[in-house]
């Protein structure tokens, strides 16, 4: 079955450039000896519409120029597509890639001229205009559109005005609402969503009098008449957070919080602490995330699973290095599966939410691993001699982007300028880890500096089919051949073993669980192969974060008790075990009562029967508990010998 190509778009200091990438990773591409470029010139940045039909590119002397990808004729595009759109320095599109959302600076000349612009993507026309004097990256963009497009949300000065989406193209745009917020710094609109609601996050920053506060506010709400401040569905407030970081769910019914602090004040970090929370339309109270127990410190990344059509969930990398990486509930914020410790700051999900990627870039060495998630296994590659299963180190030095491909078989990384000036390249993976080598770029051109950006062409919803792992060749070679590759294979896979001879640990030291928290201890414990692997939860572990109110019967405050656990394969066999067991006694109760001879069991109820009238004679008050049960089971023992056929002898 074939599907459409992948491509990948370079920008370079000479020009644009794209590339095909094969839908077969097997077959070859013969590399470009000419290259073909889609527009010469610098470039300032890019914007890919939504759909991947198109580019807009910034070119300095020329303005925001349109590439179509779709329909290429070959031919260098080199008139502007927004009109003086010289000076812009940042662009988005909407979500459904309708229009476009400029930001420059003021005229010094005309200060009262707008310079937050809104653009019609399909024919370039100027639409409509705000006037935003200061701007901050991390609360980029000030324009933001609900997921259909219905809703546009503008940030300003201690509210958000709300416009309705398809009210731009005329010449007298006003605000149909505003949600009144005192504070608000910041707000959040998920791009994608699957529910018929709106969902707006909004974040305040703290004052003398007040904590910083992220709130999740429902659009359209009644709001009473005389309340002072929008409503909010759930809200968090944090003394001495300064930024939040909001990750929506695919869904866009749940936001991920990562709030920053600036200050530690437990003293573990010198780059202060950061807290993540969970809100949910449908919960009332704000859930803390709870991360694993030996992952205390720093929160690395966070991304949730992309694919809406499966069962929600989010992963997260915390703790000091070797960082811990977990995968948490969607719903409850539970952590389900520890993906154990490594050099890793980076998360990468595929498009369809089956594989992701771990990785270490920025200032760790590179390394990346890649996961199945529905195999929550590390995926292997395969040896071409004997077609063992092998899983090889896999480094990405150097790596400033990087992403996966629309149809999530390849991962791409690449070394690019001004944040590395030697060594520009691209380097292309597969899914299993697997370095592809004959790619139709050649490396050289964008050496040692001349590379900008290079990044994957997105594509439309539904294009490409979600597919698993391609099965793994058939393993030949001789028996020796195969167990040796095995055992190396297993080696690899393993944690090193622990060394037989042990360090001294002071007596201070020796009743804390784990040795120490300093950068040699952790060093120590990794080459011991002390690290923990990948495990899977299957009840709620020791957590930080946890509430100890929400287990009933506890006192607030108190920490909750330990839980054990056991796996499915102890559990089963404790199953199996009481099945024989019960089984054996049936058995061996059948047997008896077969096997028992009628005379020798009429003796022996003959003479229970004789001590029970010798105890009759006797006072009752001086009777034990054995004799009255024995005096009440007489009639039991009269019935018993009745059945057996045999008359009672006369004494």
Known sequence: MSFKECRMLFRSKEGVEIFPIPTKHEDGIDKMEERN?????????????????????????????????????????????????????????????????????????????????????????????????????????????????????????????????????????????????????????????????YLIASFCPSTKDKPACSSLHKYPCVVPPKASSYPSIVRKSLFQAEEITVHWSPKGDAALMALQTSVDTSGESYYGSTTLHLMREEYNDVITVPLPRNSSGPILDVAWMPNPAKPSCFAVLSGRMPAMASLHHGTTGEPIFLCGNAHRNTICWANHGRFFCLAGFGNLAGGMTFWDRNKEKVIPQYNSTTGVAVFPEVVASCTVGYGWSPDSRCFGVSTTSPRMNVDNQVRLFSYTGEELKNVPWNNTHYKPDRLLQASFVPSAKNVYPDRPQSPGPRITGTEEEIAEAKRRAKEAAIKPVASAVKRYVPPSARSRSGAGNSLAERIRQEKEGNMMGATKILSKPGIHGA?????????????????ETKSKNALRKERQKRNKAKKGEEEAEADTIVQVDPEKRARKLKKALKQIEDLKIKNLVELNGDQKKKLISEKALREELAQLGLALKSS
């Open 547 to 563: 509430s100890a109110s929400k287990i009933k019967g506890m006192p607030v405050g108190m920490a909750p008790p330990p839980v």
């Open 37 to 197: 470029f889609l527009m010469k010139g610098p470039t300032t940045f890019q914007q890919f519409a939504p759909d991947g039909s198109c580019v807009f590119i910034h070119q300095p002397k020329t303005g925001v120029v349109m590439c179509p990808l779709d329909d290429q004729d070959g031919s260098e595009i080199k008139s502007p597509f927004l009109a003086d759109s010289k000076s812009i320095q940042m662009m988005c599109c909407s979500p459904k890639g309708t229009y476009l959302l400029t930001w420059e600076r003021l005229s010094s000349t005309d200060p009262n001229q707008p310079n937050l612009k809104i653009w019609d993507a399909k024919t370039g026309t100027f639409l409509h205009g705000f006037i935003q004097k200061n701007l901050r990256r991390v609360n980029w963009p000030y324009v933001q559109w609900s997921h259909d497009e219905k809703y546009a949300f503008l940030l300003v000065t201690n509210e958000i005005r709300v416009y309705d989406g398809k009210d731009f193209w005329s010449e007298n745009v006003r605000f149909i609402d505003k949600m009144r917020i005192s504070g608000v710094i910041s707000m959040s609109v998920p791009k994608k969503s699957d529910v018929s609601s």
